[in-house]
Antibody
């Protein structure tokens, strides 16, 4: 059974950097895409991007391109979402999730528990 | 402003049938890209409810069903139960946004 475990909540100041993680259990990590989804307080879901751990093929939403970096470390079955300079507007709950495909028929079939990121001075 | 438009809220009494719409355009649902639905219970991560327009993952009750026509899709829930009270999101692919996946704004279902 696919199980995704995300890193714990983070509290940061504007301008600081951050890298959150998502570790996969119970499946072949390199065979499934992992994506990231943002949920701002009281709001809906936003697709940020997706990566294929097998070859690190990465696709970003235009809204998040250049704002975040998605990466993986295959050796420890872990995907990452990172910021180089956080803004208060990055305050949100971030989910990782797996997908069979990163293309036009893709959907997320297993989700992590979410990581709350709070950015405040 | 979401690319896919959902009603902010719907409600129904236990046992009733409700439907949630997801309206897109010619670059997403209208281009016959698959529509998928997620259920997010309060305080929990989203869960896949329907994939590929009409398919239910193992374990999802057959009270939940999906359909699609033209530039819109719908999620129907029959025999409404108290535990169905949640937020529901549609998701598809949009060819005009550099090949992005897109979500609807979400619909809050209240069981009266």
């Amino acid at each position: 059974e696919v199980h995704l475990v995300q890193s714990g909540a983070a509290v940061k100041k504007p301008g600081e950097s951050l890298k959150i993680s998502c570790k996969g259990f119970g499946y072949r990590f390199t065979s499934y895409w992992i994506g990231w989804v943002r949920q701002m307080p009281g709001k809906g879901l936003e697709w940020m991007g997706i990566i294929y751990p097998g070859d690190s093929d990465t696709r970003y939403s235009p809204s998040f391109q250049g704002q975040v970096t998605i990466s993986v470390d295959k050796s420890i079955s872990t995907a990452y979402l990172q910021w180089s300079s956080l803004k208060a507007s990055d305050t949100a709950l971030y989910y990782c999730a797996t997908a069979d495909s990163g293309g036009n028929s893709g959907y997320f079939d297993s989700w992590g528990q979410g990581t709350l990121v709070t950015v405040s001075s | 402003q979401s690319v896919l438009t959902q009603p902010p809220s719907v409600s129904g009494a236990p046992g009733q049938r409700v439907s949630i719409s997801c309206t897109g355009s010619s670059s997403n649902i209208g281009a016959d890209y698959d529509v998928h639905w997620y259920q997010q219970l309060p305080g929990t991560a989203p869960k896949l409810l329907i994939f590929g327009d009409t398919n239910r993952p193992s374990g999802v009750p057959d009270r939940f069903s999906g359909s699609k026509s033209g530039t819109s899709a719908s999620l129907a829930i029959t025999g409404l139960q108290a535990e169905d009270e949640a937020d529901y999101f549609c998701q598809s692919y949009d060819s005009s946004l550099s090949g992005s996946w897109v979500f609807g704004g979400g619909t809050r279902l209240t069981v009266l």
